[in-house]
């Protein structure tokens, strides 16, 4: 469930800052079979990723995260 909402938020924000899958894994230093996993949410992304992934888009890592679920009662 967390990779399913880290791989939507990645996917929505490289597609916004106009990156294809083949660019943005290829300036991450990463395959695009990797990338594809974590934006499919089959592979949760390290923190290092992350970290890659959100300066490479210009946004801060809080921005890429998703948001927080309030917890059921």
Aim: positive net charge; glycine residues 6%.
């Amino acid at each position: 469930m967390e990779a399913e909402k880290w791989g939507r938020r990645i996917r929505a924000f490289r597609k916004l800052k106009g990156y294809t899958q083949e660019k943005l894994a290829k300036d991450l230093g990463v395959s695009v079979s990797i990338l594809g996993e974590v934006e499919r949410g089959n592979r949760l992304p390290s923190e290092q990723l992350i970290e890659k992934i959100a300066e490479r888009l210009n946004i801060s890592v809080e921005e890429l995260a998703p948001p927080r679920s309030e917890p059921r009662e």
